[in-house]
């Protein structure tokens, strides 16, 4: 009779098999194809982090830090990994004469280790671990002197010695702690800051596709490995068209999947001008409803009293909405930029649910923030979570002037989603010629090719043209580059140049009057007025040549 099957995939942990797999494929190669043609390029990214990566950008208040990540000392397999756990799991003293022998085997034996050369390699030298290695040296030598003699005083001090180099040797680190990412934002930023990335021209656009690792308790839409897509934009600029282009870009791709029922939240959360006084009279006013809240919210009235807004139990729900909003209570820069993002995403058709309760607690996080609900998911219904966190590549050891916006996308729900719809078609059309190509080689930004189009827009007039021509552009399948505020002339075609663009085109007013726009060839400066009909005629001309 056969074996019953032994192995079953871990708790939280699933496989995704055919049929399925293909409508994944479909989503994600969607996805490539939608941000390719924003001027997106993949990173792809380690799947462990040192642990301190994440500590540090994701907070060490937060539940992500403390109860879910998967971590581990990297150490090696060898022996000195071993004696460590021997010593560690001796009792403590006293010995008898015989079993002290043993503990004081293993002490030289962890010692001779600790100095060969193929474990010292690999043994962190950061200043905390080489000053417990330099303690426990020090013990070590003390220990040697004194254990040679047997009067019952220096048993006594023998056992003492040992306990301590027990101790120091327990806590002397044999390799990095590291994490498996619970996210890869901070991923991101740590790689955007070990290349250099800031050297580059215009903002850097990345996405990324992959698994995440967080030990919650698992339900429907929640899982312990489970997938994001998701696309962070880093750089000098933090102008509101920004946001308002990375938006546009998920809500394409939604409709490009045929996503129904999708619900854009936005919010400003402030800055550190603002947010701060904000913070204060949150708290005041919760202490006033203190005993009211459940122990978590409790807490937060301390620790973090922003994310108290973020609860659902039922019965907090009316206190919550009766207190101070956010937005009452912004600075005229925040407001300013808050006003101009709801005007970018008008004039992209965009229509977003203004919802005040949307934050995010850590301090990096600023102004923007959205997040994207899908339907058929139950209580775990958020498909995609995002916002702007300009002080964050400050905070990693990076350049203080760069900003961030992004988001992450869960791939599991947004599939989930699709297939409670009836969205399941899994059939993927991966383009081979013309741009898909460009777009597959990488980013504007990050490789060599760049952008089939820059368009180059002046005044208000013009950027709602150019705004709607670049989508046409898009889904055509050129990439477009559409600089998110106004340029002037020659800085708008000096950064088409460096970005390599293969053509400029301008709409201005005049262009707009005479219904063209003006068509620079980069590579001969070659110029031409088209209108609209020809200018498709002729890049697709030209992407055939
Ligand atoms: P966050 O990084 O927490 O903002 O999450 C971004 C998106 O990832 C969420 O909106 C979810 O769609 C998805 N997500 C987060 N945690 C999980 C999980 N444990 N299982 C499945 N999807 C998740």
């Known amino acids: 009779m056969a074996d019953k099957a032994k192995f079953q995939a871990i708790k939280g942990v699933r496989d995704i098999l055919p049929p399925e797999s293909a409508l994944w494929t479909r989503v994600e190669q969607t996805a490539r194809d939608v941000f390719g043609t924003f001027g997106f390029g993949e990173i792809r990214l380690p799947i462990f982090e040192r642990t301190e990566l994440f500590a540090?950008?994701?907070?060490?208040?937060?539940?992500?830090?403390?109860?879910?990540?998967?971590?581990?000392?990297?150490?090696?397999?060898?022996?000195?990994?071993?004696?460590?756990?021997v010593l560690a799991g001796f009792?403590?003293?006293?010995?008898?004469?015989?079993?002290?022998?043993?503990?004081?085997?293993?002490?030289?034996?962890?010692?001779?280790?600790?100095?060969?050369?193929?474990?010292?390699?690999?043994?962190?030298?950061?200043?905390?671990?080489?000053?417990?290695?330099?303690?426990?040296?020090?013990?070590?030598?003390?220990?040697?002197?004194?254990?040679?003699?047997?009067?019952?005083?220096?048993?006594?001090?023998?056992?003492?010695?040992?306990?301590?180099?027990?101790?120091?040797?327990?806590?002397?680190?044999?390799?990095?702690?590291?994490?498996?990412?619970?996210?890869?934002?901070?991923?991101?930023?740590?790689?955007?800051?070990?290349?250099?990335?800031?050297?580059l021209p215009g903002n850097v656009k990345l996405y990324y596709v992959?698994?995440?690792?967080?030990?919650?308790?698992?339900?429907?839409?929640?899982?312990?490995?489970?997938y994001q897509i998701g696309a962070e934009v880093l750089g000098p600029s933090d102008a509101p068209g920004i946001d308002a282009e990375v938006i546009e870009m998920l809500m394409r791709l939604f409709e490009r999947l045929k996503l129904k029922g999708a619900v854009l939240n936005i919010n400003s959360i402030g800055d550190k001008n603002c947010r701060p006084a904000y913070v204060e009279k949150l708290r005041a006013e919760l202490q006033k409803v203190r005993d009211q809240l459940s122990a978590d919210s409790q807490r937060r009235i301390e620790t973090n009293p922003?994310?108290?807004?973020?609860?659902?139990?039922?019965?907090?729900?009316?206190?919550?909405?009766?207190?101070?909003?956010?937005?009452?209570?912004?600075?005229?820069?925040?407001?300013?930029?808050?006003?101009?993002?709801?005007?970018?995403?008008?004039?992209?058709?965009?229509?977003?649910?203004?919802?005040?309760?949307?934050?995010?607690?850590?301090?990096?996080?600023?102004?923007?923030?959205?997040?994207?609900?899908?339907?058929?998911?139950?209580?775990?219904?958020?498909?995609?979570?995002?916002?702007?966190?300009?002080?964050?590549?400050?905070?990693?050891g990076g350049p203080a002037s760069t900003k961030g916006i992004g988001f992450a996308i869960g791939t599991d729900r947004l599939v989930l989603s699709l297939q409670e719809a009836g969205e399941t078609r899994a059939d993927v059309t991966v383009r081979v010629t013309g741009s898909a190509l460009t777009v597959a080689a990488g980013s504007v930004t990050v490789s060599g090719s760049g952008p089939d189009v820059f368009l180059a827009w002046f005044g208000a007039a013009a950027q709602a043209a150019a705004v709607g021509l670049a989508r046409r552009l898009r889904d055509a399948g050129f990439v477009v580059e559409l600089p998110a505020v106004e340029m002037k002339f020659g800085k708008s075609l000096g950064l088409a140049d460096r970005l390599k663009a293969r053509h400029a085109v301008i709409v201005g007013d005049d262009e707009l009057a005479a219904g063209v726009v003006t068509v620079k060839r980069l590579s001969d400066s070659s110029q031409q007025k088209l209108n609209e009909q020809e200018l498709f005629s002729y890049l697709r001309e030209d992407r055939a040549t």
């Open 56 to 85: 540090r950008s994701i907070g060490v208040d937060t539940d992500v830090v403390l109860k879910e990540m998967y971590s581990f000392e990297d150490k090696g397999r060898g022996e000195l990994a071993v004696l460590r756990d």
């Open 91 to 199: 009792n403590p003293a006293p010995h008898s004469a015989e079993f002290r022998n043993t503990v004081m085997k293993a002490l030289d034996k962890y010692w001779e280790a600790l100095n060969s050369p193929s474990s010292s390699d690999e043994v962190p030298r950061d200043p905390d671990n080489l000053k417990l290695i330099e303690a426990f040296k020090r013990n070590y030598n003390q220990f040697l002197r004194v254990r040679t003699s047997e009067s019952a005083l220096t048993s006594e001090l023998t056992d003492a010695l040992v306990w301590g180099l027990q101790s120091l040797a327990r806590l002397i680190q044999l390799g990095e702690f590291v994490s498996l990412r619970p996210e890869a934002t901070a991923s991101v930023v740590r790689a955007y800051i070990e290349h250099g990335m800031q050297t």
């Open 210 to 226: 992959g698994p995440m690792f967080r030990r919650e308790r698992p339900q429907k839409g929640r899982y312990r490995q489970f």
């Open 306 to 396: 922003l994310r108290v807004l973020d609860s659902k139990l039922e019965s907090e729900q009316a206190i919550i909405n009766k207190l101070p909003h956010i937005d009452q209570n912004l600075c005229a820069d925040c407001r300013t930029h808050y006003d101009e993002v709801k005007r970018q995403l008008k004039i992209r058709g965009i229509l977003p649910t203004e919802n005040w309760r949307l934050v995010r607690g850590l301090d990096y996080y600023m102004r923007t923030t959205f997040e994207i609900t899908a339907p058929g998911l139950g209580s775990q219904n958020a498909v995609c979570g995002g916002g702007r966190y300009d002080g964050l590549v400050e905070l990693l």
